[in-house]
C-alpha cells in the first residue's frame, strides 16, 4: 500500500497494491499492522455502508463532537464520489481548511479522516456505493454537521443542486456555532 500525506496534516490517501488478473482483481483494504506502521494508528469498531442511486446527492458536511469523536477509513466500491475534508480541530493551524479528493471503484484509493473533522461526499456516478470503517460508534447526542454549501468554507463542490437529504438540508454555518470546537483527538 501507498500512504500519501495530504496537504491537511493527518489526512491521508491510500493506495492499495491491486492484483489483476482475467478473474478480477484482489486487494487488501485494511491491515492494522500496516496502517499504524504508517502512522494510522485507528482501531475500528464500526463499518458503514451507503448506496446513492443518483448522481449529484451529497452527503454532509457530518462530525461527531467529544467524546464521541470518530476517525474514518473511506472507500467507495461501485461508482466515483467527489470527497470532503474540513478541519475543525481548535487549534489546529488549518482550522475551517478543506481538501477534495476524487475517488472511484475503479481507482479504488480510500481515505483516512482523522478525528476533529467535517466529512462529506458528492457522488459522480448514479449507484454510488461508499464503505467506510469508523473508530467510534455513532452517537445521536454528540452528531453534527456544517452546510454543503457553507460559503465561508467555499468548497468547490461538482454540483450547483445537490440532491440532500431534510437533515443536510437544515445544517447550520461554522459561523452559527456559539462556541469554538473542541475536536481534538480523544482515545
Known sequence: MKFIKASIPDVVVIEPRVFEDERGFFLESYSRKVFADNGVDAEF??????????????????????????????????????????????????????EGFELTATDKRMIFVPRGFAHGFCTLAPNTEVIYKVDNLYSKEHDGGVRWDDPDLGISWPIDEPILSAKDRALPLLADFSSPFQLHPTA
Request: no cysteine; aromatic share 8%.
Open 45 to 98: 469498531v464500526q463499518d458503514n455502508h451507503s448506496l446513492s442511486v443518483q448522481k449529484g446527492v451529497v452527503r454532509g458536511l457530518h462530525f461527531q463532537t467529544p467524546p464521541a469523536t470518530q476517525a474514518k477509513l473511506l472507500r467507495v466500491t461501485a461508482g466515483a464520489v467527489w470527497d470532503v475534508v474540513v478541519d475543525l480541530r481548535s487549534g489546529s493551524p488549518t482550522y475551517g481548511q478543506w
